[in-house]
């Protein structure tokens, strides 16, 4: 019987597209969905991924995998399964984007998000060649891409909070359920990331400097 760790491996290898990828944007609230161009074929992807109407870009330098959550997640290992294929696939880094709430004024960029749901996909994993099942997740948030990307936007740093119902009060100022499943397979890839909570660019009135933001995250540190 195959361990979970293993069948993450066969399903990486069954997805491997034949383009790379450079950066992963995992988009949890519907916010760059004019994005990219050519279809990423997503069909064999673990459920509930395979109808996720993936999207890339397909000329130029940069490859980005564009990837909107779905509606209804699952558990496991599958929950995160793009920030392992994508790295897998070459990337640097990934950008996750989350909907702010109303309340928000302006851009907020993640500095710490505290896991309330004990429902990590790394649980029940086992051993994998991938990295360790117990990693530092300290760095995953890569303050200097942080950085690059607030000069960009004019973001305000925020610590969020994942829970699967009202956590009550806590040192978070924002939550945002989903939020902690794929830091912790990037930090188990030691994959860098920056997580974003925006407004609709509609409602914000202004586009999100998307290109300029992508090149900002190729500019990756070379350890977390």
Known sequence: MLTKA??????????????PCDVLVLDQGGLATDQGGASLVTDAWPEPWSHAHARQDASGSQR???????????????KAFPVWLAQAAGAQAMLI???????????RHLT???????????????PSSRGP??????????????QRVQALIQSTPAIAADATGDPGSGPWD?????????LAAAAHVSLPTVALALRDPTEANRPYPWKQIIQALLHVPTAL
């Open 64 to 78: 980005v995998w564009w990837v909107p959550s779905p509606a209804q997640p699952s558990s496991g290992w599958p």
């Open 97 to 107: 984007l989350a909907r702010a709430p109303q309340t928000e004024k302006g851009p």
């Open 174 to 182: 924002l939550v945002l359920p989903g939020i902690s499943a794929p």
């Open 133 to 146: 099942l117990f990693p530092d997740r300290t760095g995953v948030l890569s303050p200097e891409l942080a």
């Open 112 to 126: 710490d998000v505290l896991d309330l749901t004990q429902r990590s996909p790394l649980i029940g994993l086992g």
């Open 6 to 19: 293993e069948h993450l491996e066969t399903g990486i290898a069954a997805c491997l597209p034949g383009t």
